[in-house]
């Protein structure tokens, strides 16, 4: 089992510009929340997809959007890059018994 | 909006017990988790605990929950250097219908040869 896997590890932006950033689930799962952790905090959830819908949502702007395919894989789009938007970006898969979460995507906006 | 709160540090020996407290809001909380982080890494799922327990021991990890006080404490029994990381807890709502957690801020534990 690969469990989550996330691409790219790291990127680095330019201010104003667009990311999309790519993430597949554990194997039999079929939720994909997207998870913002700035340096030193906690991480923040930004939205969930379930049957390729967004089924909750954080506090983010309508910058930050996303989308699940058929084979449950999700990716994370973010528009009009700010310096702010520097951060690890999680992805986690759900079952009951808890979120399992990728390594991350560093992103870094310059 | 909800709301965990931890306290941000706690040094120990290796081989004492550590104990990683976090208080939290919501009061209809369904699961209680601790994830541990590791420098440049993800955050690995610990363990959890469901809201109608008071206790569950994994091996070397003990959670307690005191529904009443909402407070929420991971010991680790035999602390060694490489439990040395930053620990979450976080929750989930009843009122939430998705599988959103909210996390607290995360406690560093250093532990000293």
């Known amino acids: 089992d690969a469990g989550v896997?996330?691409?790219?590890?790291?990127?680095?932006?330019?201010?104003?510009?667009?990311?999309?950033?790519?993430?597949?689930?554990?194997?039999?799962?079929?939720?994909?929340s997207w998870y913002q952790q700035a340096l030193g905090?906690?991480?923040?959830?930004i939205f969930q997809y379930y049957e390729e819908e967004e089924r909750q949502r954080g506090n983010f702007p309508?910058?930050?959007?996303?989308?699940?395919?058929?084979?449950?894989?999700?990716?994370?789009?973010?528009?009009?890059?700010?310096?702010?938007?520097?951060?690890?970006?999680l992805c986690a898969?759900?079952?009951?018994?808890?979120?399992f979460f990728g390594q991350g995507t560093r992103l870094t906006v310059v | 909006g909800e709301d965990v709160e931890q306290s941000l540090f706690l040094s120990v020996r290796e081989g004492d017990s550590s104990v990683i407290n976090c208080t939290y809001t919501d009061s209809s909380s369904t699961y209680l988790y601790w994830y541990k982080q590791e420098p440049g890494a993800g955050l690995q799922l610990l363990t959890y605990i469901f809201s109608n327990m008071?206790?569950?021991?994994?091996?070397?990890?003990?959670?307690?929950?005191?529904?009443?006080?909402k407070h929420l404490s991971l010991r680790i029994a035999d602390t060694q250097t490489g439990d040395?990381?930053?620990?979450?807890?976080?929750?989930?709502g009843h009122n939430n219908a998705g599988n959103m957690l909210t996390f607290g801020g995360g406690t560093r534990l250093m532990v000293k040869p």
């Open chain 1, 5 to 32: 896997t996330q691409s790219p590890t790291h990127l680095i932006k330019t201010r104003g510009q667009q990311v999309t950033l790519r993430c597949s689930p554990k194997s039999g799962h079929d939720t994909v």
């Open chain 1, 41 to 45: 905090q906690g991480p923040q959830f």
């Open chain 1, 62 to 89: 309508d910058r930050f959007s996303g989308h699940q395919f058929p084979n449950y894989s999700s990716e994370l789009n973010v528009n009009a890059l700010l310096l702010g938007d520097s951060a690890l970006y």
């Open chain 1, 93 to 99: 898969s759900s079952a009951s018994s808890g979120a």
């Open chain 2, 54 to 69: 008071d206790m569950k021991q994994d091996q070397r990890l003990t959670v307690l929950l005191n529904k009443k006080d």
């Open chain 2, 84 to 92: 040395s990381a930053i620990y979450f807890c976080a929750e989930k």
